[in-house]
C-alpha cells in the first residue's frame, strides 16, 4: 500500500470537518467519531499512549470489523474457511488494522475535512465522499457506510479512487492462490507479533 493511503485515512480520522447542514444520520456518526478523536488529541495533559489507546475505543465504534475482514477476503475464499479460522482471521485482520492508524497518530496536525453530500447506494448503504485539505492540497476520500444493527458503520474506505478493502484482498488472495489458508494466518500472526515487539522497543 503506497504511504500516502497510509496517513490519509489517519488524518481523515483527525482532522476538523467542515458538514453541510443536511446531515444524514450516517454523517452525523462520522462526524460525532471524528470530533471526539480531535478532542483526545488536542488534549496536552493527556500521554500519547492514553490517547493511542483512546483512540482504538472511538474508532471500534464505527468500523465494522467482522465485516471488514470478511470483504477482504471475498466470498470464494471466506467459504473454505473453517468457523476457528474465520474467528482467528477476524481477530487478526482487526489488530492489524488498528495498528494501521494508531502508529500514524504521532503524524497529527490541524488538517481539515470537508463532508459533501451523502449518496444512498442502496436502502441501507450510502457513501460519503470528502476532501482531505492538507498544506495546500486536496484529496479525495470516499467512506461507505451501511446501516447495522448496530448503527451505521463503516465497511471501506477509497482514498484517491483505491479501495482499502480491494487493496488488503489483493495482497490476501495472492497468498491464499498460492497457498493456504494457514499460510496466510502465519503471516498476520507474525505481523502482529513484529508490531507488538516494536512497540516494546
Known amino acids: 500500500m503506497k504511504m500516502i493511503s497510509c496517513f490519509l485515512l489517519f488524518f481523515l480520522l ?10 444524514t444520520k450516517a454523517e452525523q456518526t462520522l462526524k460525532s467519531s471524528v470530533g471526539k478523536v480531535f478532542t483526545i ?3 496536552e495533559e493527556m500521554a500519547m499512549d492514553q490517547k493511542k489507546s483512546k483512540v482504538v475505543e472511538i474508532t471500534n465504534t464505527v468500523f465494522d470489523y467482522p465485516l471488514m475482514a470478511k470483504l ?58 470528502t476532501i482531505l485539505l492538507s498544506k495546500g492540497k486536496k484529496y479525495s476520500i470516499l467512506y461507505k457506510m451501511f446501516n447495522s444493527n448496530d448503527g451505521w458503520k463503516i465497511y471501506d474506505i477509497t482514498i ?7 487493496t488488503y484482498r489483493s495482497q490476501y488472495n495472492h497468498i491464499l492462490k498460492s497457498g493456504k489458508i494457514e499460510d496466510l494466518l502465519v503471516k498476520m500472526r507474525e505481523k502482529n507479533k513484529e508490531n507488538k515487539e516494536n512497540k516494546e522497543l
Open 14 to 23: 483527525l482532522s476538523q470537518v467542515v458538514v453541510a447542514d443536511d446531515e
Open 160 to 166: 484517491e479512487g483505491v479501495s482499502l478493502i480491494h
Open 72 to 129: 477482504s477476503v471475498g466470498k470464494e475464499y471466506w467459504s473454505e474457511f473453517n468457523t476457528k479460522q474465520r474467528v482467528e482471521f477476524t481477530n487478526l485482520f482487526t489488530e492489524l488494522f488498528q495498528r494501521f492508524y494508531v502508529d500514524k497518530l504521532d503524524l497529527f496536525s490541524n488538517e481539515e475535512v470537508v463532508f459533501q453530500p451523502a449518496t444512498v447506494v442502496q436502502k441501507n448503504k450510502v457513501q460519503i465522499p
Open 41 to 43: 488529541m488536542l488534549d
